[in-house]
């Protein structure tokens, strides 16, 4: 009996050591990074995650892209500068002779127009939509008409006679939107109004090129280009390199590399494109993208050499890591001042929450809150990663000839005037204040709830929730404090205040202030620079120093991990690291 | 014989579908949005439209919907992973996870039982507090604390493993060993008790008294009996270890589907929570019924009985 089981069990193990033994592969490439969390999505409209644009902005190329070390924008597809018209309201970009697809198809201002378009559309696009809106002329009123076609459809009425309206429409009312391919090479785009950041969208993942042989993959009802529901969708699995639906090639990109293999949660392998201009200049032809789920067994990892960049080193010691990396006792640990904000968002609107009386519906006791915190202390004492402590929304010195206002400082018996002020002759008439936020903030939440608790006497309940759960309540309003945070996704301080503006999706804190929104549409409309940046200088003190709907606590500093014999990756605010450039010396 | 099977069979079926309407009222009740990516918010037509192109904006025509696709085996898209469908993800995890756990199973048994067998004859000897103080041990310490230190000992000190991840055989004895652990401990328990209730039976004084060596009296008349409270625990234990642990996935960055489980509630991914579900269940039900056949194969009497 028992010979038997041992018999069995060895079997078992020796034919699982074999199926591990013949599949497992142990090959190096030339550079090998973790990407912390995996890859969420490859499609370029609907990823908002910065592990994601890293893989995309290699494989892929833009109009423009980023230069590695300062990531102004430089050179991309298309020739740099292109030509801009005296009101600055059209892009005349001219795509580079020699920019091709890594099957060596020709890249044409088609492509491009198919990519942003797929950014647009209501069944393709995720976070970013508002890049085009915003921007692009005629954008907005297309967006809009699409999302009341899905609407229509979705509530029922005469589906035929919408759906057939919706469908007939669309490329007549597409025409208008400010996107023209005036030839194969030459792109056309017209703005709403002039930007100053736009070469620095052009190379923004929302706005990379498709091959048409995605094409092939687009869900079709009725022969139309649109789903039942009246979504544009394209089977999700275009992005991989293996997948040949309907004779589909698989994963076309027109960058420096193409995906030549994605394992889920395990690794993508990119290889050189052979077709990419500059292929005879790339050092590192292989690059692996290995997916840790522990970030400690990525740092063991890279501490024995197997890895050779690192982006993400939240450890538990990580305050250590970063004391490494200030001092120089690890000149291969690299702070990387993120242009990201922390921030609480104070529950402007709602009178009441979970039954409660709201007292953050008056604007001095949102300001009494802010004055009582202690931000350097959170920084130095609680938090130790290295980050800035924060007054303002705009992280200072971060976007040239922009300077942030200087925002509130702690000032505890001026807080206390203003609660009493605001009706509350002490904290404790204040009804319990409630603070949500997600479980890696515990002690920040903490400390900033006994420091109120200490200054103002107020009494304070600390609401711990998951993330989806969170975002719900968040999005929601049901929340008198909840933390946020927002990562810059274009260069210029618009991409912070806009989330402030009047029904903005992004605005969670429910503010409006005609005023605030008539400063940043008078900025948006301002023909010289030095003057927009002092409207929006102005706006931002609005709402950083005297209506305080959002409380800064920090700008982010990150620290990345570059092994010693690795050249040409430097650390900057969007941690972007182009492996073209990389060489490794082992 | 094929009675029982088919009767087992059935309720191994009622019992899936009792699990799988459970976990529906779950996901469908809890908050957050699965359609959400980050903490950006989306327009709420686009929301609207997705989930009716899902039929999430119907629950009863989901739940069918879904039950149906899981019967063709087809358990639809994932929402956290945009270009993976739950069967990619499963089919990616899951033979992972059975091969981590099945070696972790077949470890604990050649260790666990010679062991338990050890402490039954040399009960109240050193040998068999030894073989306790082992035991508890590896039962009350967490394997995020063994898979640690042997993590640091054997990869960090003597770097004689790679420091998590998977595809190659030195990637398996670290999470393999500490998976196997628990069980081991379990199995020994296991072993020792039955084992002390079949030595004292009559049968084994029998065999001693004619003359037999208690090698052959251990091993081939008092271990067959004595295996039958391992063999009820290995239902159980083996769809445990076999559809993954998320503690040793995650510590030596496996991917199994253990953190399916985990990730997919966290993400509110509806399909990946109750296509992970269906498949722990139906494996659970798919080896107790191997073991009710074993059963019948090590001891005849006890199917008769019934």
């Known amino acids: ?586 | 014989m094929i009675t029982r099977l088919l009767r087992r069979l059935i309720t191994g079926a009622a019992t899936i579908a009792c699990v799988y309407t459970l976990t529906f009222v779950m996901v469908v009740s809890i908050p957050g949005n699965p359609f959400q990516t980050g903490e950006r918010n989306m327009p709420p037509e686009a929301e609207q439209a997705l989930r009716a192109r899902y039929h999430m904006d119907n629950n009863w025509l989901y739940f069918w919907e879904f039950l149906l696709g899981a019967i063709r085996l087809d358990f639809g898209p994932t929402f956290t992973y945009n270009e993976w469908t739950c069967n990619q993800v499963i089919a990616a995890s899951l033979p992972v996870s059975v091969i981590v756990g099945s070696l972790a199973i077949a470890t604990a048994l050649l260790l666990g039982i010679p062991l338990g067998v050890l402490s039954a004859i040399r009960k109240g000897k050193l040998t068999d507090h030894l073989g306790l103080i082992l035991v508890v041990l590896c039962i009350s310490i967490p394997t995020f604390v063994t898979g640690s230190l042997l993590l640091i000992l054997f990869g960090v000190y003597l770097e004689l493993a790679p420091i998590g991840g998977w595809g190659t055989l030195s990637h398996l004895p670290l999470p393999v060993i500490t998976l196997s652990l628990p069980f081991v401990a379990y199995i020994a328990r296991l072993t020792r008790m039955g084992m002390l209730d079949t030595l004292g039976s009559e049968f084994l004084r029998t065999a001693y008294a004619k003359g037999l060596p208690q090698r052959m009296v251990i091993w081939k008349h008092a271990f067959k009996p004595a295996f039958l409270p391992v063999l009820s625990y290995l239902g159980p234990a083996t769809a445990q270890a076999v559809t993954g642990s998320f503690v040793v996935e995650k510590l030596f960055g496996i991917p199994g589907i253990g953190q399916h489980f985990v990730n997919a509630a966290l993400n509110r991914d509806p399909g990946l929570m109750m296509s992970t579900v269906l498949v722990f269940a139906t494996l659970l039900v798919a080896f107790n019924i191997v073991v009710d056949l074993l059963y019948s194969w090590v001891d005849p009497r006890i199917i008769e009985a019934v």
């Open chain 1, 1 to 586: 009996m028992f010979g038997r089981i041992v018999a069995g069990c060895l079997a078992v193990v020796a034919i699982e050591l074999c199926v591990v033994g013949l599949r497992g592969r142990s090959d190096r490439a030339d550079f090998t990074y973790v990407n912390p969390s995996g890859i969420h999505t490859l499609d370029p409209a609907r990823m908002s995650w910065t592990q994601d644009f890293r893989v995309a902005l290699n494989i892929w190329e833009g109009l423009t892209t980023w230069h590695p070390q300062t990531t102004e924008p430089i050179a991309g597809a298309a020739l740099f500068p292109p030509e801009i018209s005296a009101d600055r309201l059209t892009y005349r970009f001219v795509l580079r002779e020699d920019a091709r697809w890594s099957n060596g198809d020709r890249v044409t201002s088609e492509d491009f127009i198919r990519g942003w378009r797929r950014g647009m559309e209501p069944g393709t696009a995720a976070d970013y939509t508002f890049l085009f809106t915003d921007h692009i002329a005629g954008a907005d009123a297309y967006v809009r008409w699409r999302r009341e076609c899905v609407s229509a459809l979705t509530t029922g009425g005469d589906i035929e006679a919408v759906f057939d309206g919706c469908a007939g429409e669309m490329e007549k009312r597409f025409a208008r939107v400010g996107v023209r391919a005036e030839d194969d090479r030459t792109l056309v785009v017209s703005l709403t109004r002039p930007c100053p950041y736009f070469l620095d969208l052009t190379a923004f993942p929302s706005f990379l090129p498709c091959h048409p042989s995605v094409e092939l993959l687009r869900e079709r009802h009725r022969g139309t280009p649109i789903n039942a529901q009246g979504l544009v969708v394209y089977d999700p699995q275009w992005t991989k390199p293996d997948y040949h639906r309907s004779g589909y090639p698989g994963l076309t990109t027109n960058g420096p590399y193409c995906l030549e293999e994605w394992t889920f949660k395990r690794r993508a392998r990119l290889t050189a494109n052979p077709h990419f201009r500059d292929v005879a200049k790339i050092a590192c032809k292989t690059v692996d993208m290995l997916e840790y789920e522990n970030v400690s067994a990525s740092l063991l990892a890279y501490e024995s050499g197997r890895v050779d960049l690192l982006t993400d080193l939240s450890v538990p010691y990580d305050h250590e890591i970063a004391r490494l990396a200030r001092s120089g006792e690890r000149p291969d640990f690299h702070s990387c001042v993120l242009l990201a904000t922390y921030f609480l968002n104070f529950n402007c609107t709602s009178p009441t929450v979970a039954g409660r009386d709201n007292p953050f519906v008056d604007a001095r006791v949102r300001r009494a809150f802010t004055l009582a915190l202690d931000r350097d202390q959170i920084v130095d004492k609680v938090r130790r990663r290295g980050d800035r402590a924060a007054k303002s929304f705009v992280p200072p010195r971060s976007i040239p000839a922009y300077e942030p206002p200087e925002g509130l400082a702690q000032n505890a018996a001026e807080a206390r005037r203003l609660l009493v002020e605001a009706g509350f002759s002490n904290g404790r008439e204040l009804p319990t204040v409630e603070l949500l936020y997600v479980p890696n903030d515990e002690r920040m939440c903490q400390a900033m709830a006994r420091m109120w608790e200490e200054a103002l006497g107020v009494r304070v309940e600390l609401r711990s929730q998951e993330s989806k759960t969170f975002a719900e309540e968040k999005a929601r309003q049901r929340f008198m404090i909840a933390r946020g945070n927002w990562y810059a996704d274009y260069n210029d301080p618009t991409t912070f205040l806009n989330c402030l503006v009047t029904d903005n999706g992004n605005n969670d804190s429910g503010y409006t202030n005609p005023r605030y929104d008539e400063l940043l549409a008078s900025a948006n409309n301002a023909e010289d620079s030095a003057a927009r940046a002092a409207l929006l200088r102005r706006a931002e003190a609005i709402v950083v120093e005297e209506d305080c709907p959002i409380l800064p606590i920090l700008h982010y500093t990150e620290t990345v991990a570059i092994q010693p014999y690795v050249s040409g990756l430097h650390a900057n605010p969007r941690l972007w690291f182009p492996f073209r450039h990389v060489s490794v010396q082992r």
